[in-house]
Every structure is written in structure tokens, then in C-alpha cells.
């Protein structure tokens, strides 16, 4: 049975009880409304530690004011059904108040890493999204956490986050986990019309056309985004946010592609943001 808990200092306890048995913490820290691409990371942490634990907290700090907070998909019962059949340790569901109490005016920055890509098109979410991974950081104090790849920006920013604050826990960066017409999976998906969803699928097409190219020998960057850019465009329901193809540590753009690189998208399909990316060693 899950333990399902939701007091901060009922969280912390639990973890003291793990941590005096020796025990190895995994930790998937998450939006809800779960998704395959969630319980991949669940598995893995199953497979790699001794205890998992799952947050579900809709954090309102990584939402901009004209954003989707009040209507982002949520479902505590079907989350918790999926969680108890994957036999998840522990269910922590921390209220807003806990986490932001009155007079709270600590965050968290990550000057370079938050700026471009995403961080160009959705200021301080990024400032929202380290702050409340640092606070379940303190108050899980997992071994491991482990979070999707397609969510790439985020990872590279909080994997330095981890680096530059010397906090003790291994970030793992698991594949992303497609529909299977390529869809990146993602709770927003459930937000498109049947006529968006199928529109939806320019963005993995796009990125499947700029790899073709990168594998066939070009290395100009300029070209390659043209062929992301060109074949989204195509799509009346779409409309591109940003193709950028970057360095995959600093993120910095690329005018060569050479190195660890990422190529990364955000469309609009109607009035749904997506993201996606393809990661490639050059």
C-alpha cells in the first residue's frame, strides 16, 4: 500500500526512518495527471533504488499570468491508481502553502542555462521550477532523481543547479517517451482536438527531417533549422515558438554543429505549447 503523505515534517520523517536503515532514495518529482513518460522514470527508480518516492505538486511559480495553471490537467485518484500499481514507497502531495508560505522570498537562479530557448519565451519559469526542485530536494533528500529528457533545458539547468550548489544526489536524464505516430507524451497533449492532435505531429516530423540531415553530413546549422522551420510552417494549425540548435551543456547556439547538440522546438498547436527535441553526438 502507498504511503501517501502530505505534511512536510511527515515527509522528512519518513526519510530519516529510510536514510537510519540504509536505504537508497529514488525520487520523480512531478506535475501529475501521469503519463507513460512519468512511470518510465517511476520503473527506472524502482529498478536503481531501495525506496521511490513521487511528488505531485502543480508548482504556480513556474506559470506565467497568462498561462494554463488554473487549467492544467489534474487527477489525483487515477494518479494514485497508477502509482499503487507500480508500487511506488510514497505519494507526497505538498499543499501551496507549505512550500510558499506567507512572506516567501527565496529563489533560485541559474543565470545563462534559464535564459534562452524556453526561458526566452516564458520569463522566471525556470526561477519557479529550480526553487521548487531545490525545496523537494531538501525535504525528500533523494539518492537519485530521476527526470525526462524531453524536457531537456530543464534537466541541463538543474543537473548544474545539483553541480553548483554541491547537493548530494545523481540526476538521471531518462529517453523521452513517444505516442506511437512519435508524439512526445505530455499531459498538455490532452488539451488538442482530435483535428490539433494529429496536426501535432509536424514536431517530431521535423526534428526527424533535421536528424535525417545531420546523419547524411551537413553541419551547418543555418540549414538545418531551415528544414525544422520550413516544415512546420507547412502546417496551417501550427506555429513555431523557437527551432534553435544549441550546445547541449551550455546552450549556447551553434552556427557548426559538432559535439553534444541539441535541437529543440516549442509550436504552438492551436493554443497548446509543445516542446520536443532530439539529442545528437557529432
Not at 506559470?63 to 497508477?82: H, I, V
Not at 527531417?209 to 553530413?217: I, K, P, S
Amino acid at each position: 500500500m502507498i504511503d501517501v503523505v502530505a505534511g512536510l515534517d511527515d515527509m522528512k520523517s519518513l526519510r530519516r526512518s529510510w536514510k537510519a536503515g540504509g536505504k537508497i532514495i529514488g525520487f520523480v518529482p512531478t506535475m501529475g495527471y501521469l503519463h507513460e513518460g512519468h512511470l518510465s522514470l517511476v520503473r527506472e527508480s524502482k529498478r536503481q533504488t531501495d525506496v521511490t518516492v513521487v511528488s505531485i505538486f502543480v508548482n504556480p511559480a513556474q506559470f506565467g499570468p497568462a498561462e494554463d495553471l488554473d487549467r492544467y490537467p489534474r487527477d489525483m485518484e487515477r494518479d494514485k491508481r497508477l502509482l499503487e500499481k507500480e508500487k511506488v514507497d510514497c505519494l507526497f502531495l505538498p499543499h501551496r502553502e507549505a512550500i510558499y508560505p506567507t512572506g516567501y522570498s527565496t529563489w533560485v537562479e541559474i543565470h545563462g542555462l534559464q535564459d534562452g530557448l524556453c526561458g526566452r519565451s516564458r520569463p522566471g519559469h525556470f526561477r519557479g521550477v529550480s526553487t521548487v526542485v531545490l525545496k523537494l530536494f531538501n525535504i525528500v533528500r533523494p539518492d537519485k532523481a530521476f527526470f525526462g529528457w524531453k524536457d531537456a533545458q530543464q534537466f541541463v539547468l538543474l543537473k548544474r543547479m545539483v553541480t553548483d550548489l554541491d547537493l548530494e544526489v545523481t540526476m538521471e536524464g531518462m529517453p523521452t517517451v513517444r505516442e506511437p505516430d512519435g508524439l512526445a507524451m505530455s499531459s498538455r497533449n490532452t488539451y488538442l482536438s482530435p483535428e490539433e492532435r494529429q496536426a501535432a505531429l509536424v514536431i517530431p516530423r521535423s526534428l526527424e527531417a533535421a536528424e535525417d540531415l545531420v546523419r547524411g553530413g551537413e553541419r551547418r546549422a543555418e540549414k538545418v533549422l531551415e528544414t525544422i522551420k520550413k516544415t512546420i510552417n507547412g502546417e496551417a494549425l501550427a506555429r513555431l515558438d523557437y527551432a534553435e540548435l544549441v550546445d547541449l551543456w551550455s546552450l549556447e547556439p551553434l552556427s557548426v554543429i559538432k559535439g553534444e547538440v541539441l535541437m529543440a522546438v516549442a509550436v504552438y498547436i492551436g493554443k497548446t505549447r509543445l516542446i520536443d527535441n532530439i539529442r545528437l553526438k557529432v
